[in-house]
């Protein structure tokens, strides 16, 4: 085992101590990051600096000079701990971590291209997957990691405004989920079967999400003031998530395109004169794939595409005062998948979340959501059918429950500490493997 050492980074009125054992290439980014700051907020008080958006602050003004000039750069940290001391496979726990670093060009300002944007971003991530180590379970317990240590280049797209912004197209590099299936409150919770986007999409298709981009474009059209609609087509590709294809290019090993539609309407709610937000989407995957039953028979067919369709929605429905963001906000979402490929046919999610929790705490939010997944009854009865061929061959499975219940705690704008508890029932679909009760925290900050 590496020996700990600790080392010293001058910043600011109190040291920083660094442990060697995390210095990976995350954490040598941060230490640099951190012992800049004196530097950038030599113009700046802390107070100033507590209060900002980001954690280096505007580095002496330069950040402002660089927006002004049509250059934001972004970066960001979330690190995820996770244990279950009782449950699931076998007990233990686990450490994962992103880190982000980027910027988006404004082109008409560097290039005076009208309503033109450019994105890159790069992408580390590492750790341990606590869901696939010891658990056992379908829907991730820590969201950011997929369990393949990796860098990638996440995002190398071009965005363009049409029609004073009624219309919108993106090209490049980067995720479907990136523009889909999304619904703000799902960044208030660790748990994968949540966000970025509702895991069955991720698991019955080629749906990407990042870190692991594809090839693609969409095209984002406002019918009103409050309705949307969207389509786009990605490339379908296996070995993309390879870690050692985080910088691919090319489309070698591609096995077709998926196309999701999506509207989008975000309207006040006559009643509770209070906004929401609802879409409502499918997709096609011209893949061709074995049907699901091909996990227990091997002489399945191959199906010929593959296809789903989702719905989610978030609504305000109580806030403290006129104009204030404290209140309680509700979500739900469901996917059906096809019922010849998908191995959650079925899938429902649903929550509450709260802002604002004690007096001066008007960000903190108190969270809480049930994710299920029905496994597809063509694998069930294949599994039963191969059970009474050969008895104790299979164990049949029947569906995936998570229960997680957490805190969010704005330490500043730019870090938020996100202490909580989840409950996955009958893990991986099975059981006959006890309920696993996982402690989580969840820390991210914006450079």
Known sequence: MRKATSYVLASGEKPVMFDTRVLSLPGILLAVIIASIPAAGLAETVEDWLKGDNMTGDWGGLRSKLHEAGVDPTGSFVGEFAG?????????????????????????KLLQLHGTTFHFLLAEYAGKSLSDDRIGNLFQVQEVFDGKPDTRLANLSIEQNLSDGGVNIKVGRFSAGDDFALVDVAKNFQSGGIQPVPAALTLNSGFTTAPIPSWGGRIKTKLSDTVFVQAGAYEVNPTLAEPSNGFKLSTSGATGAIVPVEIDWNPTNPL?????????????????????????????????????????????????????????TVFAGGEFGDPFTAEIEWFLEAGLVYQGTFAGRDNDTVNLALVRGWINNRLIDAQEDADQLHPDSEVVQSAETVIELNYGAEITPWFTLRPGFQFVFDPGGYDNVPTAVVLGLQSSVTF
């Open 272 to 328: 509770l004169k209070l906004p929401g937000e609802y879409r409502f989407g499918g997709y096609y995957d011209s893949s061709d794939v074995k049907d699901v039953s091909s996990a227990v028979d091997e002489a399945a067919p191959t199906r010929h595409g593959r296809w789903g369709l989702y719905f989610l929605g978030q609504q305000a429905v109580y806030r403290e005062a006129a104009n204030s963001s404290r209140g309680l």
């Open 84 to 108: 279950n001391p009782t449950g699931g496979r076998r007990q233990g726990a686990s450490y994962d971590h992103e880190i982000d670093f980027g910027a988006d060009f404004d082109l008409e």
